[in-house]
């Protein structure tokens, strides 16, 4: 166990390093120079230095990363004007273009994309694993054929579609909600909720697909299994079978899969994000990116990267805590 | 061949593969269906914007004339019907370039992994996982953000996509690969003393045409909702080259005033995605019954 | 009152019939056994007594204790399944659910049909699991099927069958997938507990050596119809109908001995084969798997050697190190003095078990069999292999079909034919018989036997089936544990066999004589006591 868990702290720390050096390798193959954005309209030969200096632009890329590694780990200072500023570890610096701190920026955004992600999740798992289940159960062929339809239409469509519509449909023909606009959850939890319901829904219309999919399938294999058949010769009721045998069979990939979806929701925010105007991380992103704002642009590459990690991690554990044949290796 | 008559049997399949392929159709002949209506994509109408309104075509459904087929372009003044048809060459475009790459990464780095010995296994496994692991829209904004203005956006955009993602056909080639090693008609190769190269190319390759084509058959729509969200995102194609995500990207500042600008390109784009989806579908059914994995 | 009564009972699947008339009757306490080829319809009819047919058409009475269960409504059918009938499946591995502990599943039923509290079901299954001889029954209860061996899980199911105290237990090829030895404590056990309880058994099996020994009367089924049925002592002994006749006959018969005294062919010296473990335990890995653990042993040209051993003993590794397939971790293996490796495709050959995966399913017959040609340089071998095709018995139309249209006994004779095309001096045989039916493996072991005479080639024949190395083999090399624990003249080592494992396959060999049968049973009873 504890071999395991060392494997996968190694695993994930060579992940966050190859992450790192690629974003930054990639700024460096950037052709425009933060500095002249960050300096402004009349921006001279000398205040350009100096500002490059302040970034910390003047050393060579290798040095700058080796602080930057350091920052993390033990915190780093860095020169504002006649004094210094301390950076705590994880120090992710400062951003280029608003001066905040990463980290601060991060955590201000993180609850947004939270919210997202594990309210989307619980919508999907929901519809999702209900719509499979009757399906697989061919109870009613109708309804079997629905499902399938909505499916394939559900994994077809890109969510910033869905979006489109959803909002053009309750917020412009019908006028059923207002336009969404963030709410945490502290403030106002009903707001929050109904904030957040379109933004749900476009994602689920998508992730429940794949689940409804996932459980139907997973039904019926299960239902065609050995061991369901000696539960019947034993005399057991279907509906305990079901519940006790098919499900449970059905489920076990499910579950690992929610915790994967739940880390690829936040690292693909960025479009539902920006259809909705939801200040997440994601939106983040996209901003910094234009801005060639590279401490914002590392730290949201280094979290979303550690989110799907971990998430990793987690669905491995998973999975050997639900299936007993799987142990850890 | 009795496969293709069986996959058109299904009804799903063939309205499916028939709207794909006229989608496939309008992307090739799109110069020449632009020709025909008389219009290309990038002159500028302004006389056909009312100003007052900020900007909106005049006349129903945004524009619609004998001149203007499907109307213009709110804002621009832009022909619709060419910017919508070379957008299909944009969308197509990429996602099959990036699908091509894909198989190719893809396919070798995991028949290598499959027939390799322990260590290149190992180490080509590590290679995927780490690229499964990456965040790859992140990366994908921030790599198409870098790259210099000059250098052909749609190229870019497929290689991007592809070098990203072909973690997912990697790790089903190399199951399929390990799986088709144990055969024993694999061994009996091996035993009339036929070689590595000899046993790949004769029989395990043509094994792993079914399961890829069935797993590349969603990777096509897939490319193309990635390539559809880049652009809505503004990191895709540059203007004034017309994409498909690029529009609706435009038509969420213009969706009260004139909806057909959603619409349009919305429409088209699910119309397609649909129609691969269904063929994906079928081809998944009759060439490996027993597969019933949500593929990712 | 007789327990079980079947008339005239017909299964159809859509409009083919799997049962076609079968009638017999079955007292209380006593034993039946019914046995069949694949597709005789037996494994149909156990079903159908249980109810559990979805898709068949089923005509005819079965009554149980009085009930008709081809009318009985979806309730009373529930209250009879393990209550009053208990099946014992062939599959031990799948037929229990894997995410329930193997106590809780007993449990499970044995409350569903009593009624009875959460102690009281469990303490059930601890005894019903001590009475089929699983030690430390408490500790066993708490643990999933994958954790225990194929023949503790197939206890584990009788003792479910048991729980509830059925009047009648039925046991659907309950041998088939286990080890000979394990086959034999199996149907020991299934003879104890109907002596010791009082519960009637119908034994389904295609081997009528497993249902020699274990029942009283015997019916014999083909194509969904009875062709004889009668005590088992009598059928079984001096039978009479032909296809019965047929049946034993192709059980294997010991053959004349043939001393061989040539030169060794191939030579195997000192040869080990480690596989590296892949689970862990902390940060180390655990000892590697000895699938073969020192081996030395000559094959002398001209002889048939058979290899025999249960499975996990490293036979199937030595087999394909002998082709030259898998290196081994040290030692040697020379053939003509040459090693092993430098000899490929052209002295030495091979014919592999399972005949729908030895083949291409992508290609020809006719091209498989050609493949070993064209690698030798043959720019145009369709004569030479349709010469192959009639040689073993196949015919030349055959070579442009695909594996999938042809039954598994002709694929078999494919795979013969692939192996002679080179003209190899030496074929290695894994396990060429044991997934075919009993007269289909009399008529390819026959064939073996003809084409080795003809060509005078020398065979390996890997077995786990010492009654057919009886009739194929000169010489016998058993294998346990990847070490080799005797090896000597077949003859020699039937009748005085040394090493005890030796001695406890012997004992577990099933034979079709009941008297046979019933001794080698008090035999290995006073062995275990």
Redesign the interface.
Same mark, same amino acid.
């Given at each position: 166990m504890i071999g395991y868990v060392l494997r996968r702290v190694a695993g994930a720390l060579l992940v966050l390093f190859g992450l790192s050096v690629i974003v930054y390798a990639l700024f460096y193959l950037a052709p425009r120079d933060p500095a002249v954005l960050t300096c402004g309209k009349g921006c001279t030969p000398e205040r350009l230095a100096q500002v490059h200096a302040a970034m910390g632009l003047d050393e060579s890329p290798v040095a700058q990363y080796g602080h930057f590694l350091q920052g993390l780990v033990a915190g780093r200072d860095f020169p504002a004007g006649p004094d210094v500023r301390h950076c705590p570890a994880p120090c992710l610096g400062y951003s280029f273009e608003t001066d905040q701190p990463v980290t601060k920026l991060l955590a201000d955004r993180l609850p947004v994309s939270a919210s997202l992600a594990i309210g989307a999740e619980i919508l999907s798992l929901a519809i999702g694993i209900g719509a499979g289940l009757l399906s697989g159960l061919r109870r009613f062929r109708f309804l079997d054929r629905v499902v399938n339809g909505l499916i394939l239409a559900g994994y077809a469509v890109p969510v910033f579609l869905i979006g489109l519509f959803l909002l053009l449909l309750f917020c412009v023909r019908l006028q059923w909600l207002p336009f969404p606009q963030y709410v945490p959850l502290t403030t106002d939890p009903l707001a929050w909720a109904q904030n957040l319901l379109l933004p749900w829904t476009a994602l689920a219309v998508i992730q429940s697909a794949g689940y409804a999919r996932l459980t139907r399938a997973g039904v019926q294999q299960t239902l065609a299994e050995d061991y369901v058949r000696t539960a019947r010769a034993y005399g057991l009721p279907e509906r305990r079978i079901i519940r006790s045998r098919a499900l449970r069979g059905a489920l076990v990939p499910l579950v690992t899969l929610t915790a994967i979806d739940l880390a690829a929701i936040m690292a693909s925010a960025v479009l539902t994000e920006t259809m909705f105007g939801l200040p997440g991380v994601g939106q983040l992103l996209v901003g910094a990116v234009n801005q060639i704002d590279l401490p914002v642009v590392v730290g949201v590459t280094l979290l979303t990267g550690f989110l799907v990690v971990v998430a990793n991690a987690i669905a491995d554990l998973l999975y050997a805590a639900i299936d007993p044949r799987v142990q850890i290796r | 061949m009795t496969l293709l008559r069986r996959l058109f049997d299904d009804r799903a399949f063939a309205t499916g593969a028939v709207i794909a392929g006229i989608m496939i159709l309008i992307a090739v002949f799109a110069p020449l269906l632009t020709k025909l209506a008389g219009q290309d994509p990038t002159t500028f109408h302004n006389e056909l914007l009312d100003s007052a309104r900020g900007g909106v075509p005049i006349g129903r459904f945004g524009g619609i004339s004998g001149e203007h087929w499907l109307g213009v372009e709110p804002g621009t003044g832009r022909d619709l019907f060419a910017r919508v048809v070379y957008g299909a060459r944009v969308s197509l475009g990429v996602a099959l370039s990036a699908l091509a790459l894909q198989l190719l990464i893809g396919v070798g780095v995991g028949v290598a992994a499959g027939l390799g010995g322990r260590y290149a296994d190992a180490a080509l496994s590590r290679l995927t996982? #780490?690229t499964l692991?990456? &965040?790859?829209?992140? #990366?994908a $904004?921030?790599?198409l953000? $870098?790259?210099?203005q000059n250098w052909p956006r749609p190229l870019l955009l497929a290689v991007v996509i592809a070098l990203l993602q072909w973690g997912g056909t990697a790790r089903i080639t190399r199951g399929e690969t390990l799986s088709l090693k144990t055969?024993?008609?694999v061994?009996?190769?091996?035993?009339?003393?036929?070689g590595p190269w000899r046993v790949a190319r004769r029989?395990i390759l043509?094994?792993l045409a079914a399961p890829v084509l069935t797993y590349a058959a969603l990777v096509l &729509?897939s490319n193309m $909702?990635t390539e559809?969200?880049l652009s809505? #995102?503004?990191?895709g194609v540059r203007p004034p080259t017309p994409s498909w995500?690029q529009m609706?990207s435009s038509?969420?500042t213009w969706?009260?005033a004139d909806?057909m600008y959603?619409f349009l390109p919305?429409g088209l784009?699910?119309l397609t #995605?649909?129609a691969?989806?269904?063929v994906a579908?079928g081809v998944r059914r009759v060439i490996d019954p027993r597969q019933?994995?949500?593929l990712? | 009152m007789t327990l079980l009564s079947v008339r005239d009972l017909c299964i159809t699947f859509g409009d083919t019939p799997a049962v076609d008339g079968l009638s017999f009757d079955l007292e209380p306490g006593g034993a039946l056994g019914i046995v069949g080829e694949s597709g005789s319809g037996k494994s149909a009819t156990a079903l159908a007594l249980l109810g559990l047919h979805t898709r068949a058409t089923i005509d005819g009475t079965i009554a149980f204790d009085g009930l008709d269960i081809t009318k009985a409504t979806d309730d009373r059918l529930r209250a009879i399944r393990g209550a009053g009938i208990a099946m014992v499946f062939q599959e031990p591995l799948t037929a229990l659910s894997p995410f329930h502990r193997v106590g809780d599943q007993i449990a499970e039923v044995y409350r569903l049909h009593t009624g009875a509290s959460k102690k009281e079901a469990r303490a059930r299954a601890i005894e019903v699991l001590a009475q089929v001889h699983i030690p430390d029954p408490e500790r066993r209860a708490d643990a999933y099927p994958h954790q225990f061996s194929g023949g503790m899980r197939q206890r584990a199911l009788i003792a479910m069958a048991l729980s509830c105290r059925p009047r009648l237990i039925v046991a659907d090829e309950p041998t088939t997938a286990l080890d000979v030895t394990v086959q034999a404590q199996i149907l020991d056990l299934l003879d104890e507990v109907r002596t010791t309880t009082g519960t009637a058994l119908l034994l389904i099996s295609h081997d009528l050596g497993v249902v020699a020994g274990a029942t009283d009367d015997v019916i014999v089924m083909r194509a969904g119809v009875a062709v004889e049925s009668g005590p088992t002592d009598q059928v079984l002994v001096t039978p009479r109908e032909p296809y019965t006749r047929e049946l034993l006959a192709a059980s294997p018969q010991p053959s004349a001995a043939r001393p061989i005294s040539s030169p060794p062919l191939l030579r195997v010296a000192e040869v080990r084969k480690h596989f590296p473990q892949t689970r862990r335990r902390g940060l180390r890995r655990l000892e590697p798997v000895k699938a073969v653990d020192g081996i030395t042993l000559d094959v002398r040209a001209g002889e048939t050697l058979g290899i025999v051993g249960e499975s996990g003993t490293g036979k199937t590794t030595l087999a394909r190190m002998m082709v030259g397939l898998i290196p081994p971790t040290s030692g040697s293996i020379t053939f003509d003095g040459v090693p092993i490796t430098r000899r490929r495709g052209r002295s030495v050959q091979m014919v592999f078990q399972d005949p729908l995966s030895s083949l291409n399913p992508r290609r020809t017959i006719g091209e498989s069999i050609a493949d070993p040609l064209r690698l030798q340089g043959m720019t145009a071998p369709r004569i030479k292999v349709e010469e192959l095709l009639v040689r073993v018995g196949l015919s030349r139309s055959l070579y442009s079909r695909y594996p999938h249209q042809l039954s598994g006994g002709m694929r078999q004779r494919v795979g013969i034919a692939r192996a002679l095309a080179p003209d190899p001096r030496l074929i290695v045989c894994d396990e060429p018989v044991s997934s075919l039916d009993v007269t289909t493996q009399a008529q390819v072991l026959a064939l073996l036997e003809d084409i080795r005479r003809e060509r005078g080639l020398t065979m390996v024949f890997v077995t786990h089936d010492l009654a057919v190395l009886r009739q194929i083999a000169d010489r016998v090399a058993v294998l346990h544990s990847g070490r080799v624990v005797e090896l000597g003249d077949v003859a020699q080592v039937w009748e005085q066999p040394q090493h005890a494992y030796t001695k406890e396959l012997l004992a577990a060999v099933p034979v079709a004589d009941p008297v046979e049968a019933r001794r080698r049973r008090a035999e290995r009873r006073s062995v275990a006591r």
């Open positions: - | 996982d #780490l692991a990456f &965040p790859s829209l992140v #990366l $904004i921030a790599l953000a $870098i790259v210099p055969r024993d008609y061994a009996a190769a091996q035993v009339s003393g036929a029989e043509p094994g &729509p $909702i559809a969200g809505f #995102l503004g990191v995500g609706l038509a969420t969706f009260r909806p959603v919305g784009l699910f #995605l649909l691969f989806m269904l579908n019933s994995e949500v990712r | -």
